[in-house]
């Protein structure tokens, strides 16, 4: 038997090698489109990120993409996702970019790679892991030696494990970015895109077709092509479709026809409405699109979420909040919308839909309150935030020289004099990046904000404490300013006197939540008093969630809403949902996806609120909910921002 089987596995593989042999995928330049396999090929795609999607649901949502009729995903790579420290790197759980490629090849669908090494996405710092502002004086996105040794090793781990999963190698991969939108930075260095040209030929080799993307305009493309990359373009629904390829025509007289990125929805900021586009305007361009024998991206087509500090920011400095719903096709919890139907409707006018049911929105369980109490001020869990202790220096370091590249660092120095009359503590080079919570012996004195609020009074004793807890709210990740260091990066004064002799204590907050679940942070509660504040000092408070064991389907996809609350961050069973800030809008719920949920134990839930908590004035509660919110901007000055128009941020760039 054994001689039997050995000679039929040789047969298996011969078979295999030769169905890889004869697999290709090319630019015909004589009729001006792909080739897959020998046939002209035209691909509709869309856009879903990994890294906002749990894994959990990567098969639902691809599923869902593969239904709507779509050939091909498209999808980003953050380096920082992967390599948190310099040389560290992970591929696992959330992060396993193999497995989630084979799971579109399972579902029969391609993949565009963006590689990056900068991918913008709305994500930290574009993707670029915070680390490299080790070097402040560094030119991201660039020839600068210590970029592009950086660039090197990261492609050197992540480009031979994308090369066997190659569309000509057996794999979904057809055609792999360089960079991203390159044209819109301010650097316009044709060296560093040679460079990355010769490194992901050496990495992935002749065949693959590479590609960049940039706006659909002269100006764009200008800095962002390259010859030897093939040039696509990105355009928004109501654009003059003829004009917009007529501008890739200029870089690429003959190819395929490319729109990389089609918003099917747009961006959020804190503060600003959520941005709905109507469904019959993205339906309309899309046929024209497709009328031309153009491929075309829908971007997004799932947005996800924006887990723990993951969220990018634009300048003038606007963080986006947790949901990245972007008002796509399949919402943020990946539910099927009117305008997904609408989309696959016009992609049927195009191609033969898939055949077989379509996999249903999951549904979602409003679990009601949870009542939730007091552990202690951040201040009073120091120690436990903080084990290592403070680090000590004349002037304050930022958040990249502590090593603290995300969350929160507490600044600590104490007054030099007395200030019985309100005394201003200003940052008078706006250096607080981004939010500082400012206390004097643990009474809270107010708010710092980059770019809205640099300075406030406070009052105090010589000698008595002044403590900035210092949020980074998320990197820019556009435009030239996203070499974005956080915490203090400028002296602070008080009146006229530059504030001196700093202690800096990164906090280690997850790690602490993660032994808060086994009684570690926990001290003995006690009930808030007296009457409400303006400000409180930043707290923490527990509960715990119980859902009933023993009923099918449960747990279930919910909502977290924070009635009463102002802003902070939430974690459940340790694992780090993202920033709440009802205050501000236009979020007011949180997505929480079943697999974080537990039905056997109870969910310990963690909260900290920076500014103050309904619990002395009202319930000390946060609810679930089965529907979320994310359109209620309040108590806030509404500036839209035009939609669509990246170009509002030119002059940052």
Known sequence: MLRLLLPLAGLAALLRAADTFQRSFGIDYDCGCFVKDGTPFRYISGSIHYSRVPRYYWRDRLLK???????????????????????????????????????????????????????????????????????????????????????????????????????????????VQVE??????????????????????????DEVVLFTTDGASRFHLRCGALQGLYATVDFAPGTNVTAAFLAQRGSEPTGPLVNSEFYTGWLDHWGHRHSVVPTQTIAKSLNEILARGANVNLYMFIGGTNFA?????????????????????????????EKYFALREVIGM????????????????????????????????LDRLSPAGPVRSTYPLTFVQLKQYFGFVLYRTTLPKNCTEPTQLSSPSNGVHDRAYVSVDGVPQGILERDKALAINITGLAGANLDLLVENMGRVNFGRYNNDFKGLVSNLTLGEDILVEWEMYPLDIDGTVNYDINGYLYLPRRRSVGSPLRYEAPTFYTGSLFIPGGIPDFPQDTYVKFPGWAKGQIWINGFNLGRYWPARGPQLTLFVPRNILVSSEPNNITVLELEHSPCSTQACEIEFVDEPILNATIKHKNNALQLFVRDIWLNNL
């Not at 920011?313 to 399949?330: E, G, K, W």
């Open 350 to 381: 195009y191609k033969q839909l898939p055949e077989g049911l379509i996999p249903p929105t999951t549904p979602k369980f409003a679990y009601g309150n949870v009542y939730l109490q007091k552990v202690g001020t951040v201040v009073e869990l």
């Open 180 to 205: 991203n939108e390159y044209g819109s930075y301010f650097a316009c260095d044709y060296d560093y895109l040679r460079f990355l040209l010769k490194l992901f030929r050496q990495h992935l080799g």
């Open 309 to 337: 500090y993951w969220n990018g920011a634009n300048m003038p400095y606007l963080p986006q909040p947790t949901s990245y719903d972007y008002d796509a096709p399949l919402s943020e919890a990946g539910d099927l919308t």
């Open 65 to 175: 993409m593969k239904m709507a009729g779509l050939d091909a995903i498209q999808t980003y790579v953050p380096w920082n996702y992967h390599e948190p420290q310099p040389g560290t790197y992970d591929f696992s759980g959330d992060r396993d970019l193999e497995y989630f490629l084979q799971l579109a090849s399972d579902t029969g669908l391609l993949v565009i790679l963006r590689a990056g090494p900068y991918i913008c996405a709305e994500w930290d710092m574009g993707g670029l892991p915070a680390w490299l502002l080790e070097k402040e004086s560094i030119v991201l996105r660039s020839s600068d030696p210590d970029y592009l040794a950086a660039v090197e090793k990261w492609m050197g781990v992540l480009l031979p494990k994308m090369r066997p999963h190659l569309y000509q190698n057996g794999g979904p991969i057809i055609t």
